[in-house]
Nanobody, 128 residues
Framework: EVQLVESGGGLVQAGGSLRLSCAAS????????IGWFRQAPGKERERVSC????????YYPDSVKGRFTISSDNAKNTVYLQMNSLTSEDTAVYYC?????????????????????WGRGTQVTVSS
């Protein structure tokens, strides 16, 4: 079965760290661009990182730059999101997504286009 499964979420105190995992099955992650998104209640979905082998520098928005790091382990067919210095503003459900197109094509006129595959998400809660 082709799927993405996120794990690693949980409850953490402000200033703490978590590492999220996005494990792929049924396909090879390295052939795809992989992005991490988050969505908090009442807020729009936000892409917090994206990586692909055809793009040298991963993407991070200003809201997480310097605190979040995306990485991949091809042997485990898994992409990770290391999150440090967490604040209550980071509380959200985190999702990973995969698409064969490069990260820099995922948005057009500010709108996220259709992506091929999504995981079901993992909750991250940061207590202040």
């Amino acid at each position: 079965e082709v799927q993405l499964v996120e794990s690693g979420g949980g409850l953490v105190q402000a200033g703490g760290s978590l590492r999220l995992s996005c494990a792929a099955s049924g396909f090879t992650l390295d052939d795809y661009a992989i992005g991490w998104f988050r969505q908090a209640p009442g807020k729009e979905r936000e892409r917090v990182s994206c990586i692909s082998k055809s793009e040298v520098v991963p993407y991070y928005p200003d809201s997480v730059k310097g605190r979040f790091t995306i990485s991949s382990d091809n042997a485990k067919n898994t992409v990770y999101l290391q999150m440090n210095s967490l604040t209550s503003e980071d509380t959200a459900v985190y999702y990973c997504a995969a698409d064969q197109h490069r990260c820099n094509t995922w948005y057009y006129n500010g709108q996220l286009r259709y992506l091929e595959l999504w995981g079901r998400g993992t909750q991250v809660t940061v207590s202040s």
